[in-house]
Every structure is written in C-alpha cells, then in structure tokens.
C-alpha cells in the first residue's frame, strides 16, 4: 500500500476546513437565534410569516454496499475492482470498511444552502487483470472516493398534496471530488500501484419534503452531476430519509443512500499515453442525529 499522497493531504485540509466550517456556523447561531420550531413545511419563516435563519446540522453514519472498478498505470495497464456488500460488526471491527456523511442545511424563508460531505471506502483480496503481463493476478485492492458538495436552493412548491403539507426545492451547486486506488501483492510483482486525483463537477438536483404528521418528516433527494465535465464522466444521487423531531432542536433520521462518482483521465507520463478512472456505485442505510436551531 502507498503512502498518502499531496493530493490525499490536501484532501484531509479540505475536510478539517468544511467540518469546522459547519461548526463554526452552528456555534455562530446557536446563540443568536430563536428556538427551532419542531420539522414543519414552514422552517425559515418566523409565525408572523417573515423570514427567519433556520440551521440543521447532521452526521450520518452510512454503511453501503460498494462496486468500485479502476485502471491504474499506462494506457492498457492495470484495472482492478472491489465489491463489496453492506458490511457486518465483524468487518467494521476489522477493516474498517465503510462511510461516513456531513449534511448541513440552512434556510431563510424560500432560499437554502447546503453542505454534503461523503466519504466511501473499500477493500479486500481480488482477482485484478495485468494486460502488461498477460495475466491475471491475485492482488489486494483497495479504493477510497470524498465528496465535499456545496450548493443553493430555492422552493419552488409550499402547499398541501392530499391535505399533507409538501414542499420541494430546486437546488444547484459543484462538488469537489478526491479519490485513490491502489494494488498491492506480498510478493510486489507489480511493484505496487497506487493513483489519486481530484476534480469537480456541477450537479442539479430537487428535494421534496413531506410532512405526514407532527415531527415527522420523510425527504426523497435526487441529483444528476458531471454534464461531461472531466473526461464526459456522469454521476447520480438519491435518498429517501425519514425524521422524527425528538423535541426542539434534537432530529433522528434514518433511510438509504445511493451514489454513483465516476472520472476518466488521459495523461502523458515520459511520453507514454496513460489512463487513470474510476467508477464506483454505493448504496446502503444511513442513521444520523441532527441537531437544528
């Protein structure tokens, strides 16, 4: 396994920096603003109809299944693939296999911003196919991929659907992506291989919220990136989460996730054509504790 890189350090820079920046946030108007009401179609708007800042701020944890596939190396070199299912308390303990997600969501009557961090992580013993050797080989491989999302909404609906109160958002942003893979053996008859990269994408996507009781709320998100930005490479998003208002200000939410990040990159190495991409898909159940004021 190679050791992190610039890219891979830099990447733990951007993190720090987005989770302090939620914090510092929170911290900011937690003192300066009223108590949150409980989940309501009308969060960022006060009683008198006038808008108010409204912050929700949630760690997920998130344990998805992963198929990740990946060439390293000169053009018709290595690639290799991980999959793997949504992992159990043994592998947790032992591999650490899984993911994590920040969401920070603030509203001021009909407009939004958001935060999205996601991190996914996988690894095990596989077959990868080494076209320089003519062979397949048995290797270890591993692959990581960061997502840091931010972006802007406008709600576009605030109404009542069958007497149940709906809101849906539009919403718009980039996302900074980072990933890396590498191929090890114990005998390193390739040498090791390892790649990273970052780059970012645009994304567009909704929210439609449902409000089918008091402290309830269920939250289906969808969103489309890439628009054949870096290498005509496309990904997608969708949720589906329920909430239940614990009181004021403390949110438990749980349901599923699915993403899909892909990248393809040509690059000249010592005159050599060479390809780095990867596509990874991820889906699985989320658990989080939000906190809003």
């Not at 992190?4 to 830099?10: D, Q, S, V």
């Not at 108590?35 to 997920?60: C, F, H, K, N, W």
């Not at 070199?77 to 591999?95: D, F």
């Not at 605030?158 to 809101?167: A, E, I, R």
Request: with cysteine; glycine share 16%; hydrophobic share 45%.
């Amino acid at each position: 396994m190679q050791p992190c890189g610039p890219k891979c350090l830099a990447l733990g820079t951007i993190g720090r920096i987005a989770v302090g920046a939620l914090m510092g946030i929170a911290l900011g108007f937690m003192c300066a603003s009223a108590q949150a009401d409980m989940l309501s179609a009308g969060d960022g708007y006060a009683a008198d109809g006038s808008y108010r800042v409204q912050i929700e701020l949630t760690p997920y944890l998130w344990l998805p299944a992963s198929q990740t596939n990946y060439t390293l190396g000169p053009r018709g070199g290595v690639s290799g693939g991980v999959s793997t299912g949504i992992p159990n308390a043994q592998q947790l303990a032992n591999s650490l296999h899984g993911a994590f997600m920040g969401y920070g969501l603030v509203r001021y009557g009909p407009w939004s911003a958001e935060l999205d961090i996601d991190w996914v992580s996988a690894s095990g013993h596989n077959t990868v196919t080494a076209q320089a050797l003519g062979r397949s080989v048995n290797l270890n491989a591993s692959a990581s991929i960061v997502r840091i999302a931010p972006g802007f909404g406008y709600e576009v609906l605030n109404g009542y659907v069958g007497g149940t109160p709906v809101t849906m958002d539009a919403r718009a942003g980039f996302a900074v992506f980072t990933w890396s893979a590498s191929i090890s053996s114990e005998r390193d008859l390739l040498g090791g291989i390892s790649g990273n990269s970052a780059f970012v994408q645009p994304w567009l996507g909704t929210r439609i919220s449902i409000y089918p009781a008091h402290r309830w709320r269920v939250e289906l998100g969808a969103l489309v990136q890439g628009f054949g930005v870096g290498g005509g490479s496309w990904g997608w998003g969708a949720s589906a989460l329920v909430s239940y208002a614990v009181n004021d200000w403390l949110v438990i939410t749980g349901g599923f996730r699915a993403l899909r990040s892909s990248r393809s990159e040509e690059t000249t190495r010592a005159f050599l054509p060479a390809t780095r991409s990867i596509d990874m898909v991820a889906y699985g159940p989320i658990l989080g504790v939000g906190f809003r004021f």
